[in-house]
Structures are given as structure tokens and as C-alpha cells.
């Protein structure tokens, strides 16, 4: 009788663990979906920091946040911002 008890408890410690997720995922997905609008950058046209651009030099994959922005273009360093985008 005693293990069973040990077993219901279990459950019920599994489940409102689980629960107490469910509930902190929802709150944390609730606060991703504010910030873009409170965390707004002075200027409106760079990107958000988490999204990722490509250097139009190398072409490259590198946060917005970090990119070299020139002529409406991202690059990923000072070198391939001073040579241009890429002469195909
Ligand atoms: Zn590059």
C-alpha cells in the first residue's frame, strides 16, 4: 500500500511539474512576443538583434545586431563592407 501512495505522489509531483513548464513556456513565449515593440531601436530601420542577415560580400550568416550596414546592405566585416557586395 505504501508503494502506491509513493507512485500517486510521484505522478502528482511529475504532473504539476509539468504544469508549472507548460505554464513558464507560455509566460516566456508571451514576453518574446512584447519585446520586439518595447525593445524598439532609436531608428526604425535596423533589425531586430536576433535576426540573422548574410554578408553581401562572403555571404556569411551573422546576427543583424553585429552586421556592417552600408548602402542597404549587411557585411559581416569592415574589409567586405569597403569592398562592396559581391560581383557575380
Ligand atoms: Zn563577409
Not at 502506491?4 to 508549472?20: C, E, Q, R
Not at 505554464?23 to 531601436?41: F, G, H, I, L
Not at 546592405?73 to 557586395?85: F, K, T
Request: proline share 8%; hydrophobic share 40%; with cysteine.
Amino acid at each position: 500500500m505504501g508503494k502506491l501512495l509513493l507512485w500517486v505522489v510521484l505522478i502528482a509531483l511529475a504532473w504539476l511539474g509539468w504544469s508549472l513548464f507548460r505554464v513558464s513556456q507560455r509566460k516566456a513565449a508571451a514576453r518574446q512576443r512584447q519585446a520586439p515593440a518595447t525593445r524598439r531601436e532609436p531608428d526604425a530601420d535596423s533589425p531586430a538583434p536576433e535576426t540573422m542577415t548574410r554578408c553581401a560580400r562572403c555571404g556569411v550568416y551573422l546576427p543583424a545586431g553585429e552586421a556592417l550596414r552600408s548602402d542597404a546592405q549587411d557585411y559581416c566585416s569592415p574589409a567586405h563592407r569597403d569592398a562592396g557586395p559581391h560581383q557575380s
